[in-house]
């Protein structure tokens, strides 16, 4: 989730001694990408907490999952959960500097999360051969799906899931957002942005289940705060997928979006470009009481349904004995 971006505002009102801006460090190595129990190992040695939710005998499809802003893998527990049942595996890993990996609450880098897909997919194919792979992106996550989707040597994929993809540029945000947001972090890259602050500026609802909310609230590993820095690299990143639709191969994996017409952390009018952009190579469900944690609010069992639906209309039906 990227709750973040609405306290940019408070830049201006904020007195904290400067530093230098942080990135988080790679692995230190290079290595074969590897797929461990319960890690992931990227091709710079960096180890990444991986959960897996594994389909009975093999399975149908696999799905990979990436994460939103300051959430981690835990993220797709009760979509996976379901999931399963249809013979779908689910593998998700912590993105660099989330949840229980290296240099928590650190940006790595736009380039390095799409390394890190793009190794994910590599090594699930070896995995699963045979098997449809699918990649799935939540928000911030879905950022780093779509802008890979534009590079030269794109993920090789079956199906694209965007959920609530993170697609606010700069050019959408207002100009006080940006301006407060580049000095920031050139001037207070270490600037802590609490999301408890952003009570006392505007609300943002980012989901209708509040005992979820609450229960994130409880997590040690969900974050609840977020350095300028970080911020800054969010928003590069949602530039580039911004305008990864205008740079999409030829011929794109099947692509699904999903958006809650609630969604009050990604402007609609920022979604709707996207959409637009994507034109006939997006498949667009736009939900009606969906907010931006669309798997995780109250209609998330009917959105959940329909990835289901989406992802073995594209797969060999079973064969029966």
Same mark, same amino acid.
């Given at each position: 989730?990227?709750?973040?971006?609405?306290?940019?505002?408070?830049?201006?009102?904020?007195?904290?001694?400067?530093?230098?801006?942080?990135?988080?460090?790679?692995?230190?190595?290079? +290595?074969?990408?590897?797929?461990?129990?319960?890690?992931?190992?990227?091709? &710079?040695?960096?180890?990444?907490?991986?959960?897996?939710?594994?389909?009975?005998?093999?399975?149908?499809?696999?799905?990979?999952?990436?994460?939103?802003?300051?959430?981690?893998?835990?993220?797709?527990?009760?979509?996976?959960?379901?999931?399963?049942?249809?013979?779908?595996?689910?593998?998700?890993?912590?993105?660099?500097?989330?949840?229980?990996?290296?240099?928590?609450?650190?940006?790595?880098?736009?380039?390095?999360?799409?390394?890190?897909?793009? &190794?994910?997919?590599?090594?699930?194919?070896?995995?699963?051969?045979?098997?449809?792979?699918?990649?799935?992106?939540?928000?911030?996550?879905?950022?780093?799906?779509?802008?890979?989707?534009?590079?030269?040597?794109?993920?090789?994929?079956?199906?694209?899931?965007?959920?609530?993809?993170? +697609?606010?540029?700069?050019? %959408?945000?207002?100009?006080? @957002?940006?301006?407060?947001?580049?000095? #920031?972090?050139?001037?207070?890259?270490?600037?802590?942005?609490?999301?408890?602050?952003?009570?006392?500026?505007?609300? !943002?609802?980012?989901?209708?289940?509040?005992?979820?909310?609450? #229960?994130?609230?409880?997590?040690?590993?969900?974050?609840?705060?977020?350095?300028?820095?970080?911020?800054?690299?969010? !928003?590069?990143?949602?530039?580039?997928?911004?305008?990864?639709? #205008?740079?999409?191969?030829?011929?794109?994996?099947?692509?699904?979006?999903?958006?809650?017409?609630?969604?009050?952390?990604?402007?609609?009018?920022?979604?709707?470009?996207?959409?637009? %952009?994507?034109?006939?190579?997006? %498949?667009?469900?736009? @939900?009606?009481?969906? @907010?931006?944690?669309?798997?995780?609010?109250?209609?998330?069992?009917?959105?959940?349904? &329909?990835?289901?639906?989406?992802?073995?209309?594209? +797969?060999?039906?079973?064969?029966?004995?």
């Amino acid at each position: 989730m990227i709750f973040a971006l609405r306290l940019t505002s408070l830049c201006f009102g904020l007195l904290l001694l400067g530093c230098a801006s942080v990135t988080a460090p790679g692995g230190g190595e290079s +290595v074969s990408p590897l797929l461990g129990d319960g890690y992931f190992t990227a091709r &710079d040695g960096l180890r990444l907490p991986m959960r897996e939710w594994d389909a009975e005998g093999k399975p149908r499809a696999v799905i990979l999952a990436l994460h939103g802003m300051s959430d981690y893998s835990n993220a797709f527990d009760t979509p996976a959960k379901q999931w399963v049942k249809f013979g779908i595996t689910i593998l998700a890993f912590d993105l660099r500097g989330f949840g229980a990996g290296p240099n928590p609450g650190l940006w790595a880098g736009s380039d390095a999360m799409r390394n890190d897909l793009a &190794d994910f997919v590599a090594v699930a194919h070896t995995r699963y051969p045979g098997v449809k792979l699918f990649a799935l992106g939540e928000s911030m996550g879905g950022a780093v799906l779509l802008s890979a989707l534009a590079e030269p040597d794109p993920p090789g994929l079956s199906g694209v899931i965007l959920v609530a993809p993170a +697609v606010w540029s700069r050019s %959408d945000m207002p100009l006080l @957002y940006r301006a407060a947001l580049f000095l #920031a972090a050139h001037l207070t890259p270490g600037l802590i942005l609490s999301n408890s602050a952003a009570s006392h500026v505007v609300t !943002v609802i980012p989901s209708d289940n509040i005992e979820m909310l609450r #229960a994130l609230g409880r997590d040690p590993l969900f974050q609840k705060q977020t350095r300028a820095d970080a911020l800054f690299g969010l !928003v590069n990143l949602m530039d580039e997928a911004r305008a990864a639709p #205008a740079h999409l191969t030829a011929n794109p994996p099947p692509i699904l979006l999903l958006t809650g017409l609630k969604d009050m952390v990604i402007p609609r009018d920022a979604t709707d470009g996207a959409i637009a %952009d994507l034109g006939p190579r997006g %498949d667009v469900r736009r @939900y009606d009481q969906g @907010y931006h944690m669309l798997l995780r609010d109250l209609e998330g069992p009917r959105v959940i349904q &329909d990835i289901v639906d989406w992802v073995l209309a594209k +797969v060999p039906a079973p064969q029966r004995n």
